[in-house]
T-cell receptor
Framework: KAGVTQTPRYLIKTRGQQVTLSCSPI?????VSWYQQTPGQGLQFLFE???????NKGNFPGRFSGRQFSNSRSEMNVSTLELGDSALYLC??????????????FGQGTRLTVV | DAKTTQPNSMESNEEEPVHLPCNHS???????IHWYRQLPSQGPEYVIH???SNVNNRMASLAIAEDRKSSTLILHRATLRDAAVYYC??????????????FGQGTRLTINP
């Protein structure tokens, strides 16, 4: 069974540019969540999608957005990149949305560096 | 969001048991306690979760205090592969019961050969 796949694994962008990251969840999983990990702030929740709808959003500016497609694949977009957006972006998928008795499966992440 | 408190770091020896504590004094009645770990250069990995009763699986055991204000993750025989940052998380229902994991700083576990 394939795990959560995130592409690309590494990315270098310039300040002011925008970036799109991709996440393919485990087959059959319909919930996809995104997290940002930095040395200073640790792991922080960005947003969650289920059935192509954003169900929950973390405390991030509007420059961070996402979407989910009918096949459950998800993308997140960051516009007008800032140096502080340099981080490891992690995607997690779960089988069942709306319950707290299930585990999340994480991808290996996309390492974004903004220069 | 309900908070958890964990020691910043712990150290143990290979093949010895490890007890990783977590305090969650503001836990609500239906919050599940989840543990994840993050090995170097990887995404977090699910370890175990529980509500009230102690839980066991192939990776670890979870001991939950009777008042649920604390819990302990137990690795029965630590190996070098268990060196990771361990996160104790209270599952936040969020809006409409959506999934949201609130990570603290975790405990960095070092295993000595």
């Amino acid at each position: 069974k394939a795990g959560v796949t995130q592409t690309p694994r590494y990315l270098i962008k310039t300040r002011g540019q925008q970036v799109t990251l991709s996440c393919s969840p485990i087959s059959g999983h319909r919930s996809v969540s995104w997290y940002q990990q930095t040395p200073g702030q640790g792991l922080q929740f960005l947003f969650e999608y289920f059935s192509e709808t954003q169900r929950n959003k973390g405390n991030f500016p509007g420059r961070f957005s996402g979407r989910q497609f009918s096949n459950s694949r998800s993308e997140m977009n960051v516009s007008t990149l800032e140096l502080g957006d340099s981080a490891l972006y992690l995607c997690a998928s779960s089988k069942i949305q709306g319950t707290w008795n299930t585990e999340a499966f994480f991808g290996q992440g996309t390492r974004l560096t903004v220069v | 969001d309900a908070k958890t408190t964990q020691p910043n770091s712990m150290e143990s020896n290979e093949e010895e048991p490890v007890h990783l504590p977590c305090n969650h004094s503001t836990i609500s009645g239906t919050d599940y306690i989840h543990w994840y770990r993050q090995l170097p250069s990887q995404g977090p990995e699910y370890v175990i979760h529980g509500l009230t009763s102690n839980v066991n699986n192939r990776m670890a055991s979870l001991a939950i205090a009777e008042d649920r204000k604390s819990s302990t993750l137990i690795l029965h025989r630590a190996t070098l592969r268990d060196a990771a940052v361990y996160y104790c998380i209270l599952r936040d229902r969020g809006i409409q019961g959506a999934q949201k994991l609130v990570f603290g700083q975790g405990t960095r576990l070092t295993i000595n050969p």
